[in-house]
């Protein structure tokens, strides 16, 4: 079956470092993919898409890669803030127009 | 501009109760989504419409119904609630995925439901 898994162990780094979420699919090859934040006790607000022609995508902090061989999108963020503490959703759109997320990854920076 | 707007924001059940979870929007989104999210998990999704009179199963739509007459509103219906329905229930809308536009989902805030 079709499948998105992100790593379901929370992330923990320095502030002023960068972090790497991964995103890996399994059995499909989505034209794009979305990332969200989401806060706690909130609705996920999105913050970059990446197109499967695209290899990598900048937006401000934001840094995504999409490796369609690997079948794999990596999601940065550089000089991390404490403010960047948060959960991140990958989410691909399959047919028919369903968005499907993955679990989210918790990402927790200190300052 | 209110955006996706939900009610209600709480909601406590007895088993096999009946209720519907309301969805409005306002950006003229034809594209229209009921998730839940239980605690520590992901997004899963309930049912989704890509335009009025138009509805299609998602991921986990057993004890679910929808109903899409109108643009703007999008009802998810629970008919016998069981303590399994627990959850936070969030809908969401957007275009649909265009050659330029992101087809980014716009989130309500939420409705938390209990069911004991």
């Known amino acids: 079956s079709q499948k998105i898994e992100q790593n379901s162990e929370a992330l923990n780094i320095q502030e002023g470092k960068t972090a790497t979420l991964t995103c890996n699919y399994t059995?499909?090859?989505?034209?794009?993919l979305q990332w969200y934040r989401q806060d706690p006790g909130r609705g996920p607000v999105f913050l970059i898409l990446?197109?499967?022609?695209?290899k990598e995508k900048r937006k401000e902090r934001l840094k995504v890669t999409f490796d369609t061989t690997l079948k794999q999108s990596l999601f940065h963020i550089t000089a991390s803030q404490p403010a960047d503490s948060a959960t991140y959703l990958c989410?691909?759109?399959?047919?028919?127009?369903?968005?499907?997320f993955g679990q989210g990854t918790e990402l927790s920076v200190k300052p | 501009n209110a955006g996706v707007t939900q009610t209600p924001k709480f909601r406590i059940l007895k088993i096999g109760q009946s209720m519907t979870l309301q969805c409005t929007q306002d950006?003229?989104?034809?594209?229209m989504y009921w998730y839940r999210q239980d605690p520590g998990m992901g997004l899963k999704l309930i049912y989704y419409?890509?335009?009025?009179?138009?509805?299609d199963k998602g991921e986990v739509p057993n004890g679910y119904n929808v109903s899409r007459s109108t643009t703007e509103d999008f009802p998810l219906r629970l008919e016998l609630a069981a303590p399994s329905q627990t959850s936070v229930y969030f809908c969401?809308?957007?275009?649909?995925?265009?050659?330029?536009?992101?087809?980014?989902?716009?989130f309500g805030e939420g409705s938390r439901l209990t069911v004991l």
């Open positions: 989410a691909w759109r399959g047919t028919g127009g369903k968005l499907i």
């Open positions: 059995n499909y090859s989505p034209a794009y």
């Open positions: 990446i197109r499967e022609n695209e």
């Open positions: 950006m003229n989104h034809n594209y």
């Open positions: 419409s890509v335009g009025a009179g138009i509805t």
């Open positions: 969401a809308s957007s275009y649909s995925m265009g050659q330029m536009g992101t087809g980014e989902l716009f």
